[in-house]
């Protein structure tokens, strides 16, 4: 009797083991800490040492994601991400979003993924490889910012992986009464690798609110590439322009953005990227510029800590404060250091 309830038991615990074998939750993120120092900060060229920011090298964030396996390769997954500033502790966005970087559920097997949810834009995850900083250091440089609303909300996306080629779409769906074009999204993107070489495009549109109510038309392109000149040594460069239409007492506004740079694994703990970013911004007859150059080091103390530093020179055309000149300056100097720590 006592040996048959043993092997029940047995038998019970190893069916609740493989059942819990099936399913995970993890929890993951990223700790940064930087120091910023940069020249010509307010309208009066005062300078600024500061570490205001919600990671200067990554995002500081983290992650709560699941997976479980539902058989004949279905999977179905979440992820809920939450981003915070480490200065202060205060989450990382003014609208008091406890899940602001990302908040999905979604199946996926080997014909790709689909997600429900607020998630990176189509332009975004195709334009990652194409940065030779991998979009890191996003609160200096603007590919990031850039890439067609970095996310979107209440969006459906599906990723496909075939063989060498990627592709994304997604729509996102803008939630007004009697009208199913105002306040949505929709985009496509495609990447190609090929030994060496990748090249990929994306393009999108929103319909977006304007001040008085009324929604106006946003076109986004992109394309990118990068060769790998050495087994170490990735040339990277690309494209972006975008297009918005005007709408009541709005004028046009057109934004290119233009870069190239390299990233080198000079040793295995030492990575060394250079870049330059061009940004020409046209408000109705209106037009304004800034170009950056960077060139950061990256060394890695372990696995998961690392530690960096990067000067960077701004040159703005046009005069004034504008929309990608917070100080109205017309040159800037800054440098920047900092410990990051993936857990």
């Known amino acids: 009797m006592n040996g048959g309830r043993l092997a029940c038991g047995v038998l ?10 099936q399913s995970s939750v993890s929890l993951y ?3 940064d800490g930087g120091l ?11 300078n600024q040492l500061t570490m205001q920011s919600n990671g200067y090298h990554n995002n500081n964030r983290f992650d709560i994601a699941g997976k479980e396996d539902l058989g004949d390769g279905l999977h179905a997954h979440f992820l809920l991400e ?7 502790g205060a989450l990382d966005n003014t609208t008091a979003q406890i899940f602001q970087r990302q908040a999905f559920v979604g199946l996926d097997n080997q014909y790709g993924s689909l997600d429900l949810g607020r998630q990176w834009t189509t332009a975004h995850d195709i334009i990652e ?10 609160p200096i440089l603007p590919l990031s910012a850039a890439s067609d609303g970095t996310r979107v909300s209440n969006d459906v996306k599906y990723h496909g992986h075939f063989g060498g080629l990627s592709v994304v779409a997604d729509n996102s769906f803008g939630g007004v009464a009697g009208s199913a074009n105002d306040g949505s999204s929709r985009a496509i993107g495609l990447r190609y690798a090929w030994q060496r070489f990748s090249i990929g495009a994306a393009y999108g549109y929103r319909n977006l609110a304007a001040k008085n109510g009324s929604f106006g038309g946003d076109n986004f392109y992109m394309a990118g590439a990068y060769y790998d000149v050495l087994p170490l040594l990735r040339v990277a460069g690309g494209y972006i322009r975008e297009e918005q239409e005007p709408v009541a007492a709005q004028p046009s506004l057109r934004t290119e953005n233009i870069w190239g740079g390299l990233s ?13 970013y061009q940004t020409n911004v ?25 530690l960096y530093a990067e000067v960077d020179y701004t040159r703005y055309q046009g005069h004034g404060i504008t929309s ?20």
């Not at 019970?12 to 074998?21: D, K, M, P, S, Y």
């Not at 046209?282 to 690392?306: A, C, D, E, N, Q």
Request: glycine share 12%; proline share 4%.
């Open 36 to 46: 910023r120092f940069l020249t010509n900060a307010s309208a009066s060229g005062g």
């Open 324 to 343: 990608i000149n917070a100080s109205g300056q017309q040159q800037q100097f800054g440098t920047t250091v900092g410990i990051v720590h993936h857990f």
């Open 82 to 88: 939450s981003g915070f500033m480490l200065s202060n």
């Open 282 to 306: 046209r408000m109705g007859t209106f037009p304004y510029g800034k170009h950056i150059s960077m060139v950061g080091l990256t060394y890695l103390l372990s696995v998961r800590t690392s």
């Open 264 to 276: 080198w694994q000079a040793a295995p703990q030492l990575t060394v990227q250079a870049a330059h």
């Open 12 to 21: 019970l615990l190893c069916c609740v083991t493989a059942a819990r074998a």
């Open 129 to 138: 490889p194409f940065d030779p900083f991998g979009l890191t250091y996003t």
């Open 29 to 31: 993120g990223v700790v």
